[in-house]
């Protein structure tokens, strides 16, 4: 029987006896770093769906446990990111991930959610109020918030609540810079380096995140350097930039504490934007 085979195995146990802090605990340390550890992205792919079954029952059990909210949108957003192509499936997987965060956020920031669907200015008004201890559940709601933009992207509607995602992830960065070993830092600079300087973007506003979350990861996110080459070095055309990143990418040992199975991805991408014709 496989690690995360046993895993499930005793967390579904945990949840028949009753177990509900201790399954908990265990959903939210051994699961997530049982599949973030991981080297082989394909037993992910296939064993996720199991663990998101079982943590729709165990939050159906106890729909106002924040933990197991979080670590379901958590789940819900990696699987949806990472390891599913179907655009269906993932705008399906992203409004799951993005309503688990928002449940677990809005008991605790009440005036925030009030105004999620408000005019910008309110919302604004309400983020800046909020307490800086809930930086966990503001940062899962905003990148769960850009999975769904992501997964919904040609909707108009949907892009237009962009500037509010980006705006809690500034947020974020503001109270501490190197949140999530400077994932805050990457979803800005993918963010800000979308559109072109001469149609007023700001790339090197995103560059300067992409190098942030590089730094503040030491250089153990793979991802963070993907993304700079895929959103800066092609929106610039800095060709010599873009095959440096993805050649640093390539000669890196992917095995990093939480961060093994995105580095395993990484490579996979970085070999496949280097062998593209874009320049």
Known sequence: MS??????????????SG???????????????AMLNQTDPEIVRTGVPAYLLLLDSLIAQDPENQGLLYAGSRLYGAYAGGLVSD?????????KALDYARRGLCPETPDLCRTLDQP?????????DTDEDEIEGVYLYATSWAGWIQAHAEEWNAVAELP???????????RDPAYG???AQLYLGVIDSQVPPALGGRPEVGRQHFEAAIAYSHGRDLMAK?????????????????????????????????LTLSNIMAQQQAAK???????
């Not at 499936?89 to 992203?94: C, E, G, H």
């Not at 910008?120 to 800046?128: H, I, K, M």
């Not at 390539?250 to 990093?256: F, G, N, S, Y």
């Not at 934007?273 to 320049?279: G, I």
Request: a negative charge; glycine letters at 2%.
């Open 3 to 16: 690690s995360l085979a046993r895993l499930l195995t005793l967390l579904l146990g945990l949840y028949l």
């Open 19 to 33: 177990c509900a802090s201790l399954a908990t605990d265990r959903l939210a340390n051994n699961l997530s770093q």
């Open 226 to 258: 993907v993304e700079y080459a895929r959103h800066y070095a092609r929106l610039v055309f800095d060709q010599p930039l873009h095959d440096r990143l993805l050649n640093e990418v390539l000669q890196a040992d992917p095995v990093a504490e939480g």
């Open 164 to 174: 509010k995602a980006e705006a809690m992830l500034q947020w974020v960065v503001a």
């Open 87 to 95: 655009p269906q499936r993932q705008q399906r997987l992203t409004e």
């Open 181 to 183: 070993e400077g994932r």
């Open 273 to 279: 934007l280097l062998q593209d014709e874009y320049f």
């Open 120 to 128: 910008f200015d309110a919302f604004s008004l309400a983020l800046a």
